[in-house]
């Protein structure tokens, strides 16, 4: 589904991905710790196409990522959701529109994105807010709209990064519960994580990082 060779990516003068080698198979679920600084953004950045490897080889479903041409790329990221670190909701418009978007950017009709939307938001527990705007949400409710929006496409992978940010131990409950249910329905996840609630509750493969290289991963012990 998604393997590494030898990946190196770096910042002005910073190493932030070094030498980094990983498979992830079809239905895992992943955890990627290790402090701040670590390389987990830039991790998930390199899989969901956002940024290019210097060194090293991407294959995200047998598709090497750094030889795909510009136009291939939104192609590739159709099958995966992304939830960012910074929620990055439209803030004046309304929960539905927020989540109706990617399917109006794929081509949908509004009419034919509206089961889909439906379905997404019942799955967060957001439908009876579909027509907030999302600048008053609170910040579990924002970030629940924010997974809604990542797997509306019904994606084959799901990309989270600190979905758990800022929340309170009872909101990381509910989306750590809710991570572990998509993954229950098939999907492919990679979650980034500092927190250890979260860590203990989903028990996916752990992938520990550490100043960009591979400190340890829970599959190849076993
Ligand atoms: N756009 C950028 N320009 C310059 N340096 C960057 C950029 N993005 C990341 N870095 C550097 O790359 C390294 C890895 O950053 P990354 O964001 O992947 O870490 P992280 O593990 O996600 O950290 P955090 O837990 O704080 O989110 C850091 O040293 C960071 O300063
Ligand atoms: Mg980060």
Redesign the pocket.
């Known amino acids: 589904m998604i393997q590494l060779f030898h990946v190196t990516k770096y910042?002005?003068g910073?190493i932030?991905l070094s030498d980094l080698s990983l498979r992830v198979d079809k239905g895992e679920c992943i955890l990627i710790t290790?402090p701040?600084?670590?390389?987990?953004?830039?991790l998930l950045k390199l899989i969901f196409g956002a940024e290019f490897p210097d060194d090293g080889q991407i294959l995200v479903q047998n598709r090497n990522i750094a030889r795909l041409r510009a136009t291939d790329i939104p192609y590739l990221r159709r099958t995966m959701g992304f939830v960012l670190?910074d929620f990055k909701l439209l803030p004046h418009k309304t929960v539905y529109e927020n989540v109706e978007l990617p399917l109006i950017i794929r081509g949908l009709s509004s009419f034919d994105a509206r089961r889909k939307v439906a379905e997404s938001l019942q799955s967060v527990g957001m439908d009876h807010k579909r027509t907030t705007q999302t600048s008053v949400l609170s910040a579990g409710e924002q970030q629940r709209v924010c997974i809604a929006r990542a797997i509306v496409n019904s994606p084959i992978i799901l990309l989270a990064d600190?979905p758990t940010g800022n929340l309170d131990p009872q909101l990381t409950y509910e989306i750590s519960e809710l991570f572990k249910a998509i993954h229950a329905r098939g999907t492919t996840v990679m979650l980034?994580t500092?927190n250890r609630q979260v860590v203990e509750q989903i028990n996916g493969r752990m992938i520990k990082?550490d100043c960009?290289r591979l400190l340890s991963d829970q599959g190849t012990l076993s």
Do not use: D, I, P, V
């Open positions: 910042y002005e910073c932030a290790g701040s600084g670590a390389g987990k953004t830039t670190q600190e980034a500092h990082l960009g």
